[in-house]
């Protein structure tokens, strides 16, 4: 048990995301509003991060889920090629020069991958429904 911070949420299938290939986003609330975070797999463990270049705060994948740059060294944003070393975030060239991407947690258990959310990448909000059927 985690001594008293906030429960982890369930992202996807270990075998959703395969290395080096295809990463999986998921809905966070970060520095207060919506946004999301990916998971990708290298070398054999996933890493996470919230999806937002450092050199413009703007989404990284052009494809949903691209993250890798076609030699499956780095993550690349799609916009003016910042390229991140998918171990740290940190930048490795392109504009986003001496910045990185910023790290969300991730727990691989049971064949599941799940995030902890923290004081600034949140659980994503969930829109209140109004109780039309309250008497
Ligand atoms: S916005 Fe990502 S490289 Fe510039």
Request: charged share 25%.
């Amino acid at each position: 048990m985690s001594s008293g911070g906030v429960a982890e949420l369930f992202i996807c299938e270990a075998d959703a995301v395969p290395e080096s290939g295809r990463g999986v986003r998921f809905a966070v609330t970060a520095f207060g509003e919506a946004a999301t975070g990916f998971v990708v797999r290298h070398h054999g463990k996933v890493y996470g991060y919230l999806n937002r270049c450092a050199h413009v705060p703007i989404e990284l994948d052009w494809a949903e889920g691209e993250f890798f740059e076609s030699s499956k060294t780095y993550l690349m944003c799609s916009t003016h090629g910042a390229i991140y070393l998918p171990e740290n975030g940190q930048c490795a060239g392109g504009p986003c020069k001496g910045g990185r991407l910023r790290p969300i947690a991730l727990r691989e258990e049971n064949d599941k991958i799940y995030w902890q959310p923290d004081d600034f990448v949140r659980a994503p909000q969930i829109p209140i429904k109004p109780h039309h059927d309250e008497l």
